[in-house]
């Protein structure tokens, strides 16, 4: 019953969750796509460096933010709202002081790193949000964020001849924080430990394990993305913005068809990995081609990957199953990896590069765009190989014999892992490391293995796995 409540609660206030997220979305594009409309003319920062103050800051919060949580056994979710808030505040203060004060443009700097650490924050506050809703409801958070954050953007876009860009940027950023406030105190009560048996494996390194491969090819793609800023003249562009805008509202449509039209069973990884050979044949046909389909070739990479963001949030989600902080945390991590490898098309100097080679900078951008995919995909085929590895050692005679045992003595899926190590001949040290658990954790295994054997000693337990190898 309690559980029930909790469920109808969550489900209405669905509609403020979309609203409160888009509202964040449409902020977060002048403050990490287009930080140069928050800035007074004369501008005082360079592309490179704008990119700096504000994508270095996003991503190194996110990674830092999504460890911390993941390591840390108190529950910091409930304290991102107010981080949040106090971020933006901070932020808004250094701006605001360097606008009366143009001369102290080191205050300038330290507004855009401000509001980069407060977007990290803010993302994380919002999935946080996202773990508590069902499979369906995922769905709909995710496709209607990315119709309605663009709706809000051109908006605000056509509103700049009212008020100046900073100001559409705080009005959106404050509009969002207040609902994400008001939605903290209609949060469910969470239970962080209903997985807390599994929850020990699920650590930093746990999560770069197994979802590498995401990484690096979501990471190729954004940086496809960025590039292809670059072959439109330059990092800040208002086309460019209008075509990532657009490119939201496709990965929308994407979604729509594929989860509620043809009822297709998603799997982010896979969706990820066939957009990159597609990217990667219009990536090397834009050279040849004019501007025109420049913007489109823009539009596609970015739709591409913000359908693969849209996905993470999914994945991450999963990836928890059912903590939130596991969840969370994971999605800090794996956004923030995505984002250095995004960024890496701000900071190629492709015009110098060109320049220096004699060829158009539309080439430099498309070869090097063509390394980054090839990287992805090189990644999953080392992924498939290890996987097929892990499959062939599994074959071996040994993994008979000690499933034999195993269904003999009744033996755990845990402990019948761990006979099998002991049995190749693997010490405490090495299991823990192998399976991901402490040292402790395999010692207690034994103990249970040793009793259910009637064994002694760890040789006890290699004979009875040899004995049903023989009688095989």
Known sequence: MGFSNKRNKTHSVLPFVLFGYSLFIAANTFNLREPVTLLA???????????????????????????????CKKDLLKLLPAASLVSFLCGCLFMCVSILFPSLSFLTACALVVFGIYSALTFDAWIRHVVHL???????????SSFLAPVIHFFTDYMFTVIPTFAAF???????????????????NENNCQNEVNEKRFRVRSAFSSQGTTIVALGAMGFVSTSSRAILGGGSNPLATAAEMIALILAGIVLLITVFVFRVQVNVKKIVLWSIPIMALTCLAVPFLDSTFTVVFLGVSTTCHTLGLLLLQVASRAYGNGNTRIAVGTYGILSGSVCFITILGY????????????????????????????????????SLFSAKMLDRDQEDPLHNAVSSVALEYSLTNKEEEVLLLMAHGRDIPTIAKQLVVSQSTVRTHNKHIFKKLGAHSRQDCIDEVMRSYTQN
């Not at 320049?355 to 090189?378: E, K, Q, T, Y």
Request: hydrophobic share 55%; proline share 6%.
């Open 134 to 144: 069902n499979q369906d409801e995922v769905w709909i958070f995710a496709i209607t």
């Open 170 to 188: 705080s009005m959106l950023s404050f509009s969002s924080l207040a609902v994400l406030f008001c939605l903290h105190l209609y949060l469910p």
């Open 347 to 382: 900071f190629i100097p492709l015009h110098r590069i060109g320049s220096d080679l004699g060829i158009p900078p539309a080439i430099v951008a498309s070869l090097f765009s063509a390394v980054a995919l090839a990287l992805g995909l090189s990644i999953e085929r080392i």
């Open 41 to 71: 003319e004369p501008y005082q920062f360079s592309e490179e460096a704008l990119r700096s103050l504000t994508y270095i800051p996003f991503a190194t919060a996110s990674m830092s933010i999504g460890a911390l949580i993941l390591k």
